[in-house]
């Protein structure tokens, strides 16, 4: 009887286009995964591939890592999924492990020149003028911890609590760490300016 309800329940859920899948919906899906639903996970790595994958590029600078680490979480996700905490947005958690692979991953690496990667996405919840910074701000030149406060915040649209929690920093540090990260790009701005003029 149970196995009915949850298998009616991810019925409705599959019938939803990926991209408008609530967080509702990701509890569903969820449940379903870690009864090893195939179908289910699998409607969760299309929803969170992107995002997972461009978290990635901008830390490590290089399509082909961001590509196979985006992969390798996705793998992990699936091993972890029985004990995945049952009172976590499953996001956060997929971000705070990428984020955290990420940072092994540049740890390790030598001094081979990476390739530089640019911001694609538009964000939608701050106002045009940082959106337009942000996008026309080469994220490559900015420290490592720069590049993914501004990452969370605008492409992945996280509040400051949620990038505390990806990141395992206070509130108060992640906003002074975004303050920081504008006013590189400010400077980075106002310099190519001043070289245009």
Same mark, same amino acid.
């Given at each position: 009887?149970?196995? @009915?309800?949850?298998?009616?329940?991810?019925?409705?859920?599959?019938?939803?286009?990926?991209?408008?899948?609530?967080?509702?919906?990701?509890? !569903?899906?969820?449940?379903?995964?870690?009864? %090893?639903?195939?179908?289910?996970?699998?409607?969760?790595?299309?929803?969170?591939?992107?995002?997972?994958?461009?978290?990635?590029?901008?830390?490590?600078?290089?399509?082909?890592?961001?590509?196979?680490?985006?992969?390798?979480?996705?793998?992990? =996700?699936?091993?972890?999924?029985?004990?995945?905490?049952?009172?976590?947005?499953?996001?956060?958690?997929?971000?705070? !492990?990428?984020?955290?692979?990420?940072?092994?991953?540049?740890?390790?690496?030598?001094?081979?020149? %990476?390739?530089?990667?640019?911001?694609?996405?538009?964000?939608?919840?701050?106002?045009?003028?940082?959106?337009?910074?942000?996008?026309?701000? @080469?994220?490559?030149?900015?420290?490592?911890?720069?590049?993914?406060?501004?990452? !969370?915040?605008?492409?992945?649209? !996280?509040?400051?609590?949620?990038? =505390?929690?990806?990141?395992?920093?206070?509130?108060?540090?992640?906003?002074?760490?975004?303050?920081?990260?504008?006013?590189?790009?400010?400077?980075?701005?106002?310099?190519?300016?001043?070289?245009? @003029?």
């Amino acid at each position: 009887m149970n196995n @009915d309800r949850h298998s009616s329940q991810f019925t409705q859920v599959s019938l939803v286009s990926h991209t408008s899948l609530s967080a509702q919906d990701d509890v !569903l899906l969820i449940n379903a995964s870690q009864h %090893r639903n195939q179908e289910a996970f699998a409607l969760l790595v299309r929803k969170y591939q992107r995002p997972i994958f461009m978290l990635a590029l901008h830390i490590l600078q290089n399509d082909k890592e961001a590509d196979s680490i985006t992969q390798e979480m996705f793998l992990a =996700a699936w091993k972890a999924l029985p004990s995945f905490p049952k009172d976590a947005p499953f996001s956060l958690w997929l971000s705070r !492990l990428t984020y955290q692979r990420c940072m092994q991953q540049r740890k390790q690496q030598t001094s081979e020149k %990476r390739e530089h990667a640019t911001l694609h996405a538009v964000p939608r919840r701050e106002s045009q003028h940082q959106q337009t910074m942000v996008a026309g701000g @080469d994220l490559s030149k900015l420290p490592t911890i720069s590049r993914v406060v501004l990452i !969370l915040r605008y492409l992945q649209e !996280l509040t400051y609590e949620e990038m =505390a929690l990806v990141l395992t920093l206070p509130v108060h540090t992640v906003k002074g760490h975004l303050f920081g990260a504008r006013n590189l790009l400010k400077e980075q701005r106002q310099a190519r300016q001043q070289g245009e @003029d």
